[in-house]
Structure formats: C-alpha cells, structure tokens
C-alpha cells in the first residue's frame, strides 16, 4: 500500500440521502445501514465526482494509505450496471484528464469485446471539445471586473468582484492561466459570510482560494498552496480569516507553503471579527 487521495465520508454527518451514489462513476458507493459507505479502496480514484453532490458536507478527500486504485476492477464492476454508467465513467475519467485511467478503461472494452460509447475509440484519450467535463472544476477566467459603478448608488447592487472558478483550494488547478501575475486572497470558508464589504475590499484586484482550516486537510492544502506558489508568478498573498482560534490555522498552512515554495512573495493578513466587523 501507499499513501493516495481517496474520499472520506463522516457517517455522523451523512443523512443517508443517497444522492452520492448515483454520482459515483466507479461504483465504490454503497448505502450500509442507513449510511454512504467506500465498499472499496480499489474502486475510490479520489477525484471527488461524488463530493459536490453531498448537500451535508459528509464527503471530503484524505490522503492515506490505501491500495492503488484498479481500473480493471472499476470496468468489472460498473460494465454489470449498463452502457449508461460505463459512458459516464468513460467521460467523468476525461473530464478531469486521468488520460491512462481512461486507457486502461478503454482497453479493458476492448479486451473483453465489450461495446464501447461512440464517443470513444481506443485511440482517442484525451477530452475534445463538447465533451463532458466536471462542472465544478471547470476553470473559467472571467478577466478583470469593470470599476463602473465603483461609487454605487444607495440602492444600487454591488458588482461581485469575482474573477475565476473554481474557487475551492482542492479543486483549484495549480496551473491555471489566471494565476500568472495575480494577487492571491485566500479566506477562510466564514469571512464572506461574516464580513459584508467582502468583495469590495477584500476580494477586488485578487484572484481567490477559499477552504475551512479546521475542518479540511491542512496538509493537504499546505501541499496544493506550495504548488501554486511554485508554479506560478504570484504578486503578493493576502490571508483572510476569522478571529476565532481554530480559524487562525489558515496562517500557519499559508506561511508553511510559502517557506515550502521558497518564494520572496509579500505577505499580509486580515481578521475579521465574529460581528462581522474588520479587526
């Protein structure tokens, strides 16, 4: 065994809706006693298809020993379900470009003269345009935000000033074209919620990575910040969390990653008060 990323699911929050199951392309989710259940590592590709759809916040991603994920074993066991599921596996495996995992899906249909989608040969593995892809982790640029409107009138919306998706660290890809050159705001998940001038004074100008250092991995999300930081031409870091101890763990997971980085990037930080008010 070796450590991998694999889903986790905390039976005293799951409700045992079941919406999770269905949304499982490998067939690795089970309802056992009322609950979502792994009935296997080998089936988990720890992507998290299976997370969006948890209205409690049940699922999350460790990383962990565990067997290596099989694909062939995945093919087994979803081919029973019928060319709908196996489709949907096909395209949830290239939506999030697992190129060899879908190779491998490929040549096990192949191998075991099963009809395959039509959307699929043996010698396409990468995603084409129009095909399926994640919803969630999709990245989207949507360039930077007009100041008309700046000065607003008394009754007039606020703009967001939101300027990329994904916005979730996990699912945020370190590469993402919109990372070149920007100022980063990463908020603990509670300051948008607490503090209302977010978007106006917090989020204008930056490009955002949100996450819950109390509940979430931190090592994890030190890892996938160092890798960002790494990877691209990062201006400056702003930190934005609550004043409440547990939520001051987002400083140590950022200044972790930017001493892992070996970067010079300037660093500030913002707390904001449980009132909603900026310390």
Same mark, same amino acid.
């Given at each position: 065994?070796?450590?991998? @990323?694999?889903?986790?699911?905390?039976?005293?929050? *799951?409700? &045992?809706? /079941?919406? !999770? =199951?269905?949304? %499982? $392309?490998? #067939? +690795?989710?089970?309802?056992?006693?009322? @609950?979502?259940?792994?009935?296997?590592?080998?089936? *988990?590709? &720890?992507? /998290?298809? !299976? =997370?969006?759809? %948890? $209205?409690? #916040? +049940?699922?999350?991603?460790?990383?962990?020993?565990?067997?290596?994920?099989?694909?062939?074993?995945?093919?087994?066991?979803?081919?029973?379900?019928?060319?709908?599921?196996?489709? +949907?596996?096909?395209?949830?495996?290239?939506?999030?470009?697992?190129?060899?995992?879908?190779?491998?899906?490929?040549?096990?249909?192949?191998?075991?003269?099963?009809?395959?989608?039509?959307?699929?040969?043996?010698?396409?593995?990468?995603?084409?345009?129009?095909?399926?892809?994640?919803?969630?982790?999709?990245?989207?640029?949507?360039?930077?935000?007009?100041?008309?409107?700046?000065?607003?009138?008394?009754?007039?919306?606020?703009?967001?000033?939101?300027?990329?998706?994904?916005?979730?660290?996990?699912?945020?890809?370190?590469?993402?074209?919109?990372?070149?050159?920007?100022?980063?705001?990463?908020?603990?998940?509670?300051?948008?919620?607490?503090?209302?001038?977010?978007?106006?004074?917090?989020?204008?100008?930056?490009?955002?990575?949100?996450?819950?250092?109390?509940?979430?991995?931190?090592?994890?999300?030190?890892?996938?910040?160092?890798?960002?930081?790494?990877?691209?031409?990062?201006?400056?870091?702003?930190?934005?969390?609550?004043?409440?101890?547990?939520?001051?763990?987002?400083?140590?997971?950022?200044?972790?990653?930017?001493?892992?980085?070996?970067?010079?990037?300037?660093?500030?930080?913002?707390?904001?008060?449980?009132?909603?008010?900026?310390?």
């Amino acid at each position: 065994m070796s450590k991998r @990323k694999i889903i986790k699911i905390n039976r005293n929050k *799951c409700t &045992g809706c /079941g919406l !999770c =199951i269905p949304n %499982c $392309p490998e #067939g +690795a989710l089970q309802m056992i006693d009322g @609950k979502a259940t792994l009935v296997s590592d080998l089936f *988990c590709d &720890g992507l /998290g298809a !299976c =997370i969006g759809h %948890c $209205p409690v #916040g +049940a699922i999350t991603i460790e990383e962990r020993d565990a067997k290596p994920y099989d694909e062939e074993k995945v093919m087994q066991n979803i081919v029973k379900q019928g060319n709908d599921v196996v489709k +949907a596996h096909l395209e949830h495996l290239q939506g999030h470009d697992q190129h060899k995992y879908l190779k491998d899906a490929l040549d096990y249909l192949s191998k075991n003269h099963i009809d395959m989608p039509k959307e699929f040969t043996s010698k396409t593995h990468k995603r084409r345009p129009g095909t399926h892809v994640c919803p969630g982790t999709v990245v989207r640029n949507f360039g930077k935000k007009s100041d008309a409107g700046e000065k607003s009138l008394p009754n007039q919306k606020q703009q967001s000033q939101l300027r990329q998706w994904p916005v979730q660290i996990m699912l945020v890809p370190q590469n993402a074209p919109y990372f070149d050159g920007a100022s980063l705001l990463i908020a603990a998940d509670c300051v948008a919620f607490s503090y209302a001038d977010f978007h106006g004074d917090l989020l204008k100008g930056k490009i955002l990575l949100i996450g819950c250092p109390k509940l979430d991995d931190a090592e994890l999300y030190k890892e996938k910040i160092a890798q960002i930081l790494k990877s691209n031409n990062i201006k400056s870091v702003t930190c934005a969390h609550m004043e409440v101890p547990c939520c001051f763990g987002l400083v140590n997971i950022i200044k972790s990653a930017l001493e892992s980085a070996g970067k010079e990037i300037p660093y500030s930080e913002v707390v904001i008060g449980i009132k909603g008010q900026k310390k």
